[in-house]
């Protein structure tokens, strides 16, 4: 409790330029927040802004696609300050409806995960991962890598979610495409994988499956095997061999939003470091900002520099997301 209560003091402190702009009224300001992030993640974050800053969260939470169509609708009388917890790949798709603001500590964040003209930041990253359950296969046992799935072992072993219901199912299976060369063959290839696995309509279905046991091995996210990690269940985070991909989730403000001070803020506060450790130790998100020692916090997680993080097409593959679609459905029901 002492640290916390330390932790908010100093987040008070720094915020307290910012909050000086606007002429001392920050009890009366309120941020409307749209963010993509689940609703535990969303009532921390906004009791912690609200006090550090005394500015009121209006959250509105919903998919990113949702989100994105209500800013697009109201473009010309803006109802949100901010979005949040959305894509990189979204982010610089839709950056017409953002206006640049340079974070304090953006430099923290690397360029790769941040927009050149500061009309995005990136706010975490999400690791593409293998989970196994050790319970049911033994640590040394499991496989190291993506390649290491298409044995005939698994078959059945390995919980999948539908790619037309989850982004990351979808970009997990466009990266292996392209990890293993394109064309047909790669194509061939992922088919061989997907035979060995149980397609699952939402992503929680598999973090669920695969904590329970019920499926031994998962394809992935990082945050999700160091929950079920800090829960007491048996999940091993595998971080594969052969490669993968950090995605990026980040925040930008709404250009013509209510109260662009408050957006200002936010930003600041949400790229914090304070607040970034706060969240990878109850929420195990990774941060984009790179001055955090991974190793001192929950979960260990090795340093980005550790893990073989490959380039992945965003806009190749987002321009080819209806027909990788349709090539993934036909894959999927011609291995059941």
């Known amino acids: 409790m002492r640290k916390m209560v330390s932790w908010l003091c100093r987040l008070r402190l720094a915020m307290a330029g ?22 535990t993640v969303n009532s921390l974050v906004a009791d912690a802004f609200t006090k550090a800053s005394g500015i009121q969260v209006d959250v509105v939470s919903t998919g990113s696609g949702v989100l994105f169509k209500r800013i697009a609708s109201e473009q010309a009388a803006p109802q949100a300050d901010v979005i949040w917890g959305v894509s990189s790949s979204l982010l610089k798709e839709n950056s017409k409806y953002f206006e640049p603001y340079a974070a304090k500590e953006r430099d923290a964040v690397p360029a790769d995960y941040r927009d050149p003209n500061n009309l995005w930041l990136g706010t975490n990253l999400q690791i593409l991962t293998i989970s196994q359950n050790t319970a049911a296969i033994p640590a040394a046992e499991g496989p190291k890598g993506w390649s290491d799935l298409l ?14 219901n989850s982004g990351s199912a979808y970009v997990t299976a466009t990266f292996l495409v392209s990890l293993w060369g394109g064309g047909d063959a790669a194509w061939t290839k992922l088919g061989g994988l997907l035979a060995n696995t149980r397609v699952l309509n939402r992503s929680t279905l598999v973090f669920e499956g695969n904590g329970s046991g019920e499926y031994p091995l998962g394809m992935s996210l990082e945050y999700a095997g160091h929950l079920w990690q800090q829960n007491g269940a048996p999940v091993l985070v595998v971080y594969p061999s052969d490669g993968t991909v950090a995605l990026a989730e980040g925040v930008a403000i709404i250009k013509g939003g209510p109260d662009r001070a408050a957006a200002v803020a936010f930003v600041d506060f949400i790229n914090g470091k304070d607040i970034q450790e706060q ?8 941060p984009a900002r790179q001055d955090i020692d991974l190793a001192s916090l929950p979960g260990h997680m090795p340093p980005l ?20 679609l349709a090539h993934l459905k036909t894959l999927i029901q011609n291995t059941r």
């Not at 300001?29 to 689940?38: F, G, I, T």
């Not at 969240?279 to 990774?286: E, G, H």
């Open 18 to 39: 910012v909050l000086a702009l606007s002429g001392g009224a920050a009890a009366e300001q309120r941020l409307v927040l749209y963010s993509a992030n689940d609703n």
């Open 151 to 164: 044995d005939a072992k698994w078959k059945d072993r390995v919980a999948y979610t539908d790619p037309a």
């Open 279 to 286: 969240l990878l130790r109850t929420t195990f998100r990774r």
């Open 305 to 324: 520099d550790a893990l073989n993080i490959l380039p992945y097409d965003s806009a190749k593959w987002e321009a080819s997301r209806r027909e990788s």
